[in-house]
């Protein structure tokens, strides 16, 4: 990609994320809009100004549990996908199990964490993180852990090569584009979940409580303000992931 | 019959692989082989022929369903586990995430080389297949012929007494196929090893070979071999005319009464 293209692909969003937020303005400041309906985008920014620390500190309450989760989810995710893998007799029996764990709302699961951790600890919602993230962590690396050329696999048994190397020298690293794409899916997950969690109670100090509590005061622009914070978290953990994962794709491509 | 010691035997083998409908097909059909050690030995005959099976048995990348198969005096399994033959097959196979060098000293460190002996291999065989000035580069960054000499290479890396190969030169150019098999030839009287050839192209197989074995289809069996004694083996021997008696005996064999049975084969 040459300069000028990436300026035009830049260029693109950035113009119409411009014109809408004028247009928003424009609509807030003509037709008198209340706050408590759209606060304008200028009101937003000026909250978040003005409450820039207390953002910051929320978005560090929240992100850190969001990565502890995204952490301990990630590599739960590998590890079972490795064993299933190894072990067609536990992949039969996980199938059902993730299926399930799929289609659970996992923020519902927060009140019985809660109820099992304290809700003053914080190890419920990283836990909520966690299971979010280990679906797709485990679903993208089994797949790729299954990626595998015959000729690769005819070449390693010709090698007399044993279930743990075939795993470290060939089924890992022909996984880990995968794991990263799982990765990134997981990273907006994790960001989500931990930050919805706050909403079930407890004395958090992240984004999701100071959202509750800044609506709950009629403080609608600060409200919004949060939620503002709330999307550049999400946009820092999904920007992470998905750098690693084009840096890996390009290492491996050697170009 | 040779007074050379005996490389590969196969006798009175059958294979028939088993869908999982229950549907058989009968892949090859009392097949009895013997190689000696050295010799080249090259497999042709028309898709479904059984060939590349055949290879895959000796190296037990499958299992025989009767008969018998040697391989220096031992069952193929133990063979593979003694890591007794090298491999290369028509896609190179290489490991995209690992340079040249570390595709190449892939199966020693399996094996449990030492990296310092690994790099000291690595660097004789680089040298071999002139790809020196590529050591650290990754396969994507390579043409077609030189993934195949990386393949080769690794295939000679424990210097194996035998080497099977299948179609490894199937995806090349015609160019870059005589290029390959020339240096093929080098490296077979430098290594001494014994050769067992998978192709589908008839002057390939005779510019290669010291003897051809003819096959054919449903089922998979040998129609003839046809001995060749070529003093030597260099561009010339592909202007000389008993290398065109040996390509027309080899077209005539496959040919044999049944043409039908001889489509599929390559005259180039």
Redesign the interface.
Known sequence: MNAGSTARTLLAPVVLGAAAIALWQLLVVAFQVEPFLVPSPSGIAGAFADTASGIMEASLATGLNALIGLLIGAVLGIFVAIIANALTFLDRMLVPLVAALAVIPIVALAPIFYAMFGAAAETGRQLVAAVAVFVPMYLNTLHGLRQV?P??R????????TKE?TNR??LI??A?PYVLTGLKIGSSLAVISALIAEYFGGPAKGLGRAITSSAAASNYTVAWAYVLGAVLLGTVFYGVTAALESFSHRH???? | MTAKPVAVTVTNVDKIFRSRKGAEVHALSDVSLEVAAGEFISLIGPSGCGKSTLMRLVADLDGITSGEITVFGKTPEKARKDQDYGIAFQQAGLLPWRSVRANIELPLEIHGWEPRDRKERSDELLELIGLADFADHKPDQLSGGMKQRVAIARSLAERPRLLLMDEPFGALDEITREHMQNELVALCQETGAAVIFVTHSIPEAVFLSDRVVVMSPRPGRITEVIDLDFSSRDEELREDAAFYEGVTAVRNALHGGETAGARGVENR
């Open positions: 050329e000729v690769h005819d070449l390693m048994r010709s090698y007399a090569a190397q020298m060939l690293p022909g880990i491996r491509s050697g170009t």
